[in-house]
């Protein structure tokens, strides 16, 4: 166990809709990363938060945002879905945003989107 | 380019057998390399990490090695186990920013 926790584990969605999955982050780390998981791929990096900013950002349309709150959890939100947003989205916390910054990940939320 | 490369793409071997994984990067300048296992719908899980002077790492049955000069590492996997089952996913990560790239992983079937 991490320590890291996602919810919901899974959820269905249709083209078009809004959805919001959210991550509690391990005890004493104020860096949270996302990630999206396509089947069959390595994850591809999302965007970063530390301590409530935004820190970093990949690849990836503003309709995908995110929140971190005081107690360092996050929230991801991605509007307009399409189909190709279907993914296992994982969450990782770190200690810190360095590159040595072991990252710990949660058991992520699969995302079908019809 | 920064890549990461992982082969084979998928492998399937006896219980009780080694197998051996590999990673090629293009990543630059290096600064540390991990490998992950990934249970099926589940989180990766940290194996080892390895920075620029470390040639070699252990992890119980799991030995990663790094040879930095032609960028590339292998994982080894002694007397595998049917748990060994999973996705194995090379992560290298360079200097700065947020250059943290993700193979594509080797699946790793173990048969009894």
């Known amino acids: 166990e991490t320590g890291v926790t996602q919810s919901p584990t899974h959820l269905i969605k249709t083209r078009g809709q809004q959805v919001t999955l959210r991550c509690s982050s391990q005890?004493?780390?104020?860096?949270v990363s996302w990630y999206q998981q396509a089947l069959g791929q390595g994850p591809q990096f999302i965007f970063q938060?530390?301590?409530?900013?935004?820190?970093g950002r990949g690849n990836f349309p503003p309709r995908f945002s995110g929140l971190q709150f005081p107690n360092y959890s996050s929230e991801l939100n991605v509007n307009a879905l399409e189909l190709d947003d279907s993914a296992l989205y994982l969450c990782?916390?770190?200690?810190?945003?360095?590159?040595?910054?072991?990252?710990?990940f949660g058991e992520g939320s699969r995302l079908t989107v019809l | 380019k920064n890549q990461v490369e992982q082969s084979p793409q998928s492998l399937i071997i006896l219980e009780g057998k080694n197998c051996t994984l590999q990673?090629?990067?293009?990543?630059?300048?290096?600064?540390?390399l991990r490998w992950y296992k990934q249970d099926t719908g589940r989180g990766p899980v940290s194996l080892t990490i390895?920075?620029?002077?470390?040639n070699t790492k252990s992890n119980g049955r799991y030995t990663a090695t790094l040879d930095a000069d032609t960028k590339q590492s292998s994982l080894h996997i002694t007397a595998s186990q049917l748990s060994d089952s999973a996705s194995y996913i090379c992560?290298?990560?360079?200097?700065?920013?947020?250059?943290?790239?993700f193979g594509a992983g080797t699946r790793l079937f173990v048969k009894a």
């Open positions: 992560v290298v990560s360079a200097t700065g920013g947020f250059k943290t790239i």
């Open positions: 990673c090629n990067y293009t990543v630059s300048p290096f600064s540390n």
């Open positions: 990782a916390s770190s200690f810190s945003t360095g590159r040595n910054g072991e990252l710990f």
């Open positions: 005890s004493g780390h104020n860096t």
């Open positions: 938060y530390y301590r409530e900013e935004e820190n």
């Open positions: 390895m920075t620029f002077s470390e």
